[in-house]
C-alpha cells in the first residue's frame, strides 16, 4: 500500500471514531469497504482493526486534556432544545432522503434540523459543522425568517458563533466527542 492510500485510510478511521456517532460495527464496515477498495491486496481483517486502534488510542490520548463540558455536549444542548420547540432533529445521518422520512414520520413537526455524517467529518477536521434547517414542508429557510432567527438566537445564547450562509447554518466549533467502542 502507498503511503497515500495509508494516509487516507488513516484518515477516515480517525474521523469515523471521533463523529464519536458510529458504532464499531459501523467503523470496522466502513473500514472494511475502503480497504477492499482502495488497498485491494491488503487484508481487511487485520488491517481495519488496527486502524482503528491507532484511532482510538490517539482519541484517548487527547481527550485527557478536554474540557468537561465540550462544544458536541454543548451541541447535544442546543439540539434537545429544539427537540422541545417540536423541530424533528436527525444527528449523523447519511443523507438529506433520511433526514426528509423522519421529518414526514413525525407528528406536526414545526421543522427539521439536521447534518449528515460527512458534515461531522468536516467538522472534525476543520471545526466547522453544517446544519440543515428545513420548515415542515422541506422547505429551506431563508433569511429574516422567524423559524431560522430562534435557531441562531439559540444557538448564540449557548454561545457558538453561527452564520446563515447559501441555505445552511455554519456553526463554529472544536469537535472533542468523547467515544466509547
Given at each position: 500500500?502507498?503511503?497515500r492510500t495509508a494516509r487516507e485510510l488513516r484518515g477516515l478511521a480517525r474521523v469515523l471514531v471521533r463523529s464519536g456517532y458510529a458504532d464499531h460495527a459501523a467503523i470496522t464496515a466502513a473500514l472494511t469497504e475502503a480497504v477492499q477498495e482502495d488497498?485491494?491486496?491488503?487484508?481487511?481483517?487485520?488491517?481495519?482493526?488496527?486502524?482503528?486502534?491507532?484511532?482510538?488510542?490517539?482519541?484517548?490520548?487527547?481527550?485527557?486534556?478536554?474540557?468537561?463540558?465540550?462544544?458536541?455536549?454543548?451541541?447535544?444542548?442546543?439540539?434537545?432544545?429544539?427537540?422541545?420547540?417540536?423541530?424533528?432533529?436527525?444527528?449523523?445521518?447519511?443523507?438529506?432522503?433520511?433526514?426528509?422520512?423522519?421529518?414526514?414520520?413525525?407528528?406536526?413537526?414545526?421543522?427539521?434540523?439536521?447534518?449528515?455524517?460527512?458534515?461531522?467529518?468536516?467538522?472534525?477536521?476543520?471545526?466547522?459543522?453544517?446544519?440543515?434547517?428545513?420548515?415542515?414542508?422541506?422547505?429551506?429557510?431563508?433569511?429574516?425568517?422567524?423559524?431560522?432567527?430562534?435557531?441562531?438566537?439559540?444557538?448564540?445564547?449557548?454561545?457558538?458563533?453561527?452564520?446563515?450562509?447559501?441555505?445552511?447554518?455554519?456553526?463554529?466549533?472544536?469537535?472533542?466527542?468523547?467515544?466509547?467502542?
Amino acid at each position: 500500500m502507498d503511503e497515500r492510500t495509508a494516509r487516507e485510510l488513516r484518515g477516515l478511521a480517525r474521523v469515523l471514531v471521533r463523529s464519536g456517532y458510529a458504532d464499531h460495527a459501523a467503523i470496522t464496515a466502513a473500514l472494511t469497504e475502503a480497504v477492499q477498495e482502495d488497498a485491494p491486496s491488503m487484508d481487511a481483517a487485520a488491517l481495519v482493526p488496527l486502524l482503528i486502534g491507532e484511532a482510538v488510542m490517539d482519541l484517548n490520548a487527547e481527550s485527557a486534556e478536554w474540557p468537561s463540558a465540550t462544544d458536541p455536549d454543548r451541541l447535544d444542548a442546543v439540539l434537545s432544545e429544539l427537540e422541545k420547540l417540536g423541530l424533528v432533529v436527525v444527528r449523523y445521518t447519511s443523507d438529506h432522503h433520511a433526514a426528509r422520512q423522519a421529518l414526514e414520520a413525525a407528528a406536526d413537526p414545526n421543522g427539521l434540523v439536521f447534518f449528515t455524517d460527512t458534515d461531522v467529518w468536516h467538522a472534525v477536521d476543520f471545526g466547522m459543522l453544517e446544519l440543515k434547517l428545513w420548515h415542515p414542508d422541506t422547505a429551506n429557510v431563508a433569511p429574516g425568517e422567524p423559524l431560522l432567527e430562534d435557531v441562531l438566537a439559540l444557538l448564540h445564547e449557548y454561545d457558538f458563533p453561527a452564520t446563515f450562509d447559501e441555505g445552511r447554518i455554519e456553526v463554529t466549533l472544536d469537535w472533542k466527542r468523547r467515544v466509547t467502542l
